[in-house]
């Protein structure tokens, strides 16, 4: 039986589906993993996704013609039967099972396996053939309980509120930074939010996410409270005048590259913290396990590094060239402006 998923020059494609997977160029019917930019992209003719994250593909997208399928719900196209099944990488985030002529593919698109309470939590799906990300998929990394990183959020937050210091966190702003909001302790000082993550805020919470209350940084007058604030805002507010009206203030990074120590010097942030919504190593491991899969196809990240490693463990162990970006790369984009998106929104997603 030839391939059920090739690579095409637009990029994923289901052979007797006729459809793509997550595609980078515009294509007629994309099936999307999620809302992040490198795999939602503008300009295809027909969007097939997972209902929790229809509200995200919106806000980024603006209108688009979409089909929004229930996780493990079902549809069939071309012969080719289609459902959706939980990533846990961020809200709406889906793997995409395929199944055709008694043959079973499941595309992971990005995923981690630690649940959090912002997205649904990793579902393993078992399959023929597993097409995986690899972002961390080296050895070296391996990520400690979320649980500990909020609280090394909240104590350095404290630590700077105690000494009347605003205490900004560059993070990207779809999935980081709800997730880093819902782990906050808001009873330390308000939390301000930049303009390009506070409509994805308003989704998470109509999907019934629980976030704490954010502001803006224009309801925030006082100088002793602002001295007490946790800034959350996207890496490219780094140096702008949005930035700069937080004074003298403490920064830090939160990514899974925090880990290598030489990301957080190349940042030149006060801290970094290792905060990542992809897999590490052994997450890795054990999604590939759980599903079953003889055969695994892996994309973008390290590459090289998973082949090898899943060869030497006796499975036939391959790569897809694709244009996806690692850790977030391409996700430090503002969502598609709502009708009444406030001048301080406008002004500052650019």
């Known amino acids: 039986m030839s391939d059920l998923v090739v690579v095409r020059r637009a990029g994923l494609y289901c052979v007797p589906g006729q459809f793509y997977i997550d595609p980078w160029r515009p294509v007629e019917r994309a099936v999307i993993t999620h809302g992040h930019a490198d795999h939602a992209r503008t300009g295809h003719q027909h969007y097939l996704a997972a209902a929790p994250g229809a509200g995200i593909l919106r806000a980024r997208l603006g209108a688009i013609t979409l089909e929004a399928l229930d996780y493990g719900q079902t549809v069939t196209h071309n012969g080719v039967t289609i459902s959706l099944h939980p990533a846990g990488h961020v809200l709406g985030s889906a793997q995409v099972r395929l199944q055709y002529r008694g043959e079973v593919w499941v595309a992971s698109g990005d995923y981690k396996v630690e649940s959090d309470d912002t997205c649904a ?9 597993f097409i995986t990300e690899s972002t961390f998929g080296m050895p070296i990394y391996r990520w400690q309980p979320q649980a500990v990183i909020y609280a090394e959020i909240n104590d350095w937050w404290r630590a700077n509120a105690a000494n009347g210091r605003s205490s ?3 993070c990207y ?19 301000i939010c930049h303009g390009a993550a506070e409509p994805l805020n308003r989704v998470y919470r109509e999907q019934g996410v629980a976030l704490p209350r954010t502001l803006t940084a224009a309801a925030v007058t006082d100088k002793a409270l602002l001295g ?11 140096g702008t005048p949005w930035i700069k009206r937080f004074g003298d203030y403490s920064d830090a990074f ?42 695994v196809i892996v994309t973008h990240g390290q590459i090289p590094t998973m082949v090898r490693w899943l060869t030497q463990n006796g499975l036939d162990a391959g790569a897809f060239e694709t244009e996806y970006g690692g850790d977030d790369q391409h996700e430090d984009v503002a969502p598609a402006p709502p009708a009444a998106s406030s001048p301080e929104a406008a002004a500052t997603d650019a």
């Open 168 to 170: 900004v966190l560059f």
């Open 121 to 129: 939590a990793f579902e393993p799906v078992r399959c023929d053939t």
């Open 173 to 191: 702003s779809f999935g980081k930074a709800q997730r880093i909001l819902h782990g906050l302790d808001p009873d330390i000082g308000p939390i």
């Open 254 to 295: 939160a990514s899974g590259w925090m880990q290598v120590r030489g990301a957080r010097r190349r940042r030149n942030v006060d801290r970094g913290f290792v905060l990542s919504d992809h897999a590490d190593w052994p997450g890795l491991m054990q999604a590939i396990k759980d599903s079953e899969a003889k055969r």
């Open 228 to 238: 007490r604030a946790l800034v959350i805002a996207p890496p490219s507010a780094a």
